[in-house]
């Protein structure tokens, strides 16, 4: 059969993905009978389920025959040939079997993914038209936003109210009837009512332009006349110095010291002008004076000026400042500290001229950075003193204006905010710089109209008129009487360091005529030496020993008595009466504390002081301070009763006359002196 077979024609099969092609088709025989079929459409016939059984099922009878084979083949028997080839053959068409089924499964993988390919492609149409939704409805809400937020032009306009709308403009604009009810008409009638009251003012514009160019050329031709005007007056004021110069009206002179007077600071500014006001009209003799350099003064103001060609040398100074070496910490903080206490580059000069022609320099000072004032002092006499040894501080620059009012000293800045600018430059106290910039007292910032309030410090301090006006007087009588009550000491302390306590005609009956006691010494005292005094204590705690006052030491003798005074002298002398403490030498060391009646000595100096100031102003109350302490230590003295022990006369014979030589338990001396009888009694 097998040969039968092979003599048969069989049916030749051409396998097309698709359908059959013109190629093939001419190229067969015509005679051959073609058959065409497709595997494509066989897969949409086929079930996949059944398939999928069919491939297990030739799997299962594929592993059978080749256990038969192999069965076969280990026994090795002869007719086992043809049993093998049969199943070799059944494993053949088993095998084209599996080649069918994998064509038609790969053809199935085909197929889904070109279906998943077109399903994915539907998918990005459709996901394409709703982004061009979404694009097209978000464009149309910035619209709609866009033309929610639109504000028109007229939004802007400041229209008047509705009220005023209706009230002034015509009705051929406001037109009630009908914008009553509809607020897009009203809006339309107020914006033309606008219109129209614009229109009015423009043309009232026009009219002040008008009359505005009228009065510049009115001004122009006036500005010409006083531009020609100035030097006529200049040529008439030049002709008129001798006659100014004649009749001490230096007009000129005053005139160029106002224009200096412009490049002032404020507080020193206040200070010219009030003080060129009290001289003007109380002291005739004052007299105000501008120092320093106007130049510098101006550069203050001028704005830096830029400089390209600094800019464009830049590289250049960049290699030198390289070469040199950078200036050390210390010397970073003297250049702030200096910068910080620089002063302003004028400063104001007021001489006091008093009656014996003495004159009192100051010298006022601005310091920028700190937003103080400081002043310098010299003391110019009329004929040349003799300087005594301990009249060494009352007329020096750094005490003489010491405590011109309660405790200004002068040694503290009065602006708290200084603190704060020392703080940061390593500066301790301003006390350490007073010689060079001067004293901050506080009455001078007062002169300057300045305030410093503690309570509540203020960031910025400008200068106040009132406030220096209301100071002035005080303070140039106050430095008057300084300057003369020291002048009138220095004069003092020359007697007094001779031996001479100098009594004035004025003050003679003060005290009896013989007055045995004399002064041997005067000296100055330091402050250290007189708190070490045993006899100085109660002075001490009291307060009234400070290290801006002065203290001498005094020494009266009679006989073998000695008594020694020490003296504190208050700076506001004589208003502040001196203060004496005594120690008496005679039969032991006598003081107040172990002797009522050196107590009562000390009385008579200090506490009845009043009755030794003499005429005003009062000048001589130490001298007659000292005097009265002599005249006490002779009634001391004279007072006490005799030794019978010692021979001889008595060694203080009693000279003056007294009522009672003691009184009480205390055995109190009679210490008062009575004019004009002449005699002493108890107080």
């Not at 065409?36 to 592993?63: F, G, H, I, M, W």
């Not at 002291?283 to 464009?312: C, H, M, N, R, T």
């Not at 007055?515 to 010494?521: A, D, G, M, N, T």
């Not at 200090?606 to 001298?623: A, D, F, H, R, S």
Request: glycine share 4%; with cysteine.
């Amino acid at each position: 059969m097998s040969s039968d077979s092979s003599k048969k024609r069989k049916p030749k099969v051409i396998r097309t993905d698709g359908a059959p092609q013109e190629s093939k088709r001419s190229r067969a025989d015509p005679d051959q009978d073609v058959k065409y079929y497709s595997e494509e459409a066989e897969v949409e016939l086929r079930d996949p389920n059944k398939d999928y059984e069919l491939y297990k099922q030739t799997c299962q009878e594929l592993q059978r025959l080749m256990a038969e084979i192999q069965d076969l083949k280990s026994k090795g028997s002869k007719d086992s040939a043809v049993a093998i080839e049969e199943r070799r053959i059944q494993s053949c068409m088993h095998f084209m079997t599996l080649k069918k089924l994998n064509r038609l499964a790969h053809i199935r993988l085909k197929k889904g993914r070109d279906q998943t390919h077109e399903a994915k492609q539907k998918v990005d149409a459709y996901h394409l038209q709703l982004q061009n939704l979404l694009y097209e409805v978000m464009h149309l809400q910035k619209e709609i936003t866009k033309c929610l937020e639109f504000k028109s032009k007229h939004e802007e306009i400041d229209l008047v109210s509705v009220d005023e709308f209706y009230k002034e403009a015509p009705p051929e604009i406001s037109k009630p009837d009908i914008t009553l009810n509809e607020p897009h008409q009203q809006t339309l009638a107020r914006l033309d009512w606008e219109l129209e009251q614009r229109k009015r003012l423009a043309e009232k514009y026009k009219e002040c332009l008008a009359n505005k160019e009228k009065i510049l050329k009115e001004i122009e031709v006036k500005k010409e006349y006083l531009s020609s005007l100035q030097p006529r007056l200049n040529s008439i004021m030049q002709a008129s110095l001798p006659v100014q110069e004649y009749l001490f009206m230096p007009f000129d002179q005053a005139h160029k010291q106002y224009e200096t007077a412009r490049h002032l600071p404020p507080p020193l500014y206040v200070l010219f002008v009030q003080a060129n006001a009290y001289g003007q009209a109380c002291d005739k003799k004052l007299a105000v004076a501008i120092e320093g350099s106007v130049e510098e003064a101006k550069a203050l103001y001028k704005p830096p000026e830029d400089s390209q060609d600094d800019e464009s040398d830049s590289d250049a100074e960049e290699e030198q400042t390289t070469k040199r070496r950078r200036p050390t910490l210390g010397v970073q903080l003297d250049d702030k500290r200096k910068e910080m206490l620089k002063r302003h580059p004028l400063s104001v000069t007021i001489d006091l001229k008093c009656k014996d022609d003495s004159v009192l320099h100051l010298i006022f000072f601005y310091l920028m950075n700190l937003n103080v004032m400081t002043v310098k002092t010299k003391v110019t006499t009329a004929t040349e003193m003799t300087t005594p040894i301990s009249a060494g501080d009352l007329l020096s620059p750094g005490s003489l204006l010491n405590c011109l009012y309660p405790g200004d000293h002068g040694k503290r800045t009065p602006n708290p905010a200084n603190q704060f600018q020392f703080d940061k430059v390593g500066i301790l106290t301003l006390s350490d710089y007073v010689t060079d910039l001067g004293h901050p007292y506080v009455w001078v910032q007062k002169l300057g109209g300045l305030h410093f309030p503690k309570d509540q410090p203020q960031p910025t301090v400008t200068a106040d008129n009132s406030l220096s006006a209301s100071h002035m007087e005080m303070t140039m009588k106050l430095l008057k009487t300084r300057l003369q009550s020291r002048l009138a000491l220095h004069k003092q302390f020359a007697s007094l360091e001779h031996g001479i306590v100098p009594v004035s005609s004025e003050c003679q009956h003060l005290f009896p005529s013989k007055v045995v006691s004399r002064l041997v010494k005067w000296a100055a005292l330091p402050y250290e030496d007189y708190l070490e005094l045993s006899y100085t204590k109660d002075v001490v705690e009291a307060g009234l020993a400070e290290d801006t006052h002065l203290y001498y030491t005094a020494l009266v003798e009679r006989g073998t008595a000695k008594l020694q005074a020490a003296v504190v002298l208050n700076p506001g002398y004589s208003s502040m009466p001196p203060i004496f403490n005594l120690c008496l030498n005679w039969k032991g060391e006598k003081t107040n504390s172990n002797d009522d009646n050196i107590r009562a000595m000390e009385s008579e100096v200090n506490v009845c002081y009043k009755e030794l100031c003499g005429p005003k102003p009062g000048y001589q109350l130490l001298t007659n301070q000292l005097q009265r302490l002599c005249v006490v230590l002779d009634v001391y003295l004279e007072t006490e009763s005799h030794d019978t022990s010692v021979e001889g006369p008595k060694e203080f014979p009693q000279e003056k006359m007294c009522l009672r030589l003691v009184r009480g338990p205390n055995r109190m001396k009679p210490f008062k002196y009575n004019h004009p009888q002449g005699f002493f009694s108890h107080r």
